[in-house]
């Protein structure tokens, strides 16, 4: 999901909210699709950018979960190019069926896009060189889980690259507070998923990058 497209005070009305038991859930809703499509989205965090922060190279297979319109998935297969191959993962088939239309309109031949659940993909285990996750943990239903299908995805010596809002009252976009996870909580869920913490650093004033693995390496 493009990180621009969260601003709590003017779309709070829009978003969806779900708070069962322990939960916390913030999703963006399919109706706001135009505002993922606008000319200005990447100013915010250039999608190259961000991907070469978290670690994404030429040859590499990418999981991009959580891809919604391809803000990332798309500059994704540029950069791993011919010899590498990104799968765009979401579990809403609005976003899937839009992003493949587009695949479809560009003719990019490596990426393909799959609808899945939020704690299983339809992928082999380590498939992945790199699984990309950005602004979605805080959206999903079982962070645990998620992070443990994450860790199942990605190759004993991968990388699993997260990106969140900062968890500070400063900011006043991105998602409700009660919403965001921090780098420490970041840590944390990692670690009751069976991964490793390998570093964290700031991508802007707004987001941060931890970055996660089966182990130190």
Do not use: W
Request: net charge negative; hydrophobic share 40%.
């Amino acid at each position: 999901m493009d990180p621009r497209d969260h601003n709590h005070n003017r779309d709070h009305g829009h978003e969806a909210h779900d708070h069962g038991p322990g939960h916390r859930m913030h999703r963006f809703h399919p109706s706001q699709l135009d505002r993922l499509t606008s000319a200005g989205r990447p100013a915010g965090l250039p999608p190259v950018s961000a991907l070469n922060a978290a670690g994404v190279i030429g040859g590499m297979t990418v999981v991009d979960l959580g891809c919604g319109l391809g803000f990332f998935a798309i500059p994704a297969a540029g950069i791993v190019g011919s010899t590498g191959y990104v799968y765009a993962v979401d579990v809403q088939a609005g976003m899937v069926e839009h992003l493949g239309s587009e695949i479809d309109r560009r003719q990019i031949a490596n990426i393909s896009v799959l609808l899945s659940s939020e704690s299983r993909v339809a992928l082999p285990d380590g498939t992945a060189d790199l699984v990309f996750i950005a602004v979605v943990l805080h959206e999903v239903e079982d962070p645990v889980a998620f992070l443990g299908e994450a860790g199942r995805l990605v190759k004993r010596d991968g990388t699993i690259a997260v990106i969140e809002f900062h968890k500070r009252d400063d900011l006043v976009d991105g998602p409700p507070m009660v919403h965001r996870v921090s780098v420490d909580e970041v840590t944390e869920l990692a670690t009751e998923a069976g991964l490793t913490g390998r570093s964290t650093s700031d991508l802007t004033d707004r987001l941060h990058l931890a970055k996660l693995s089966h182990g130190t390496l």
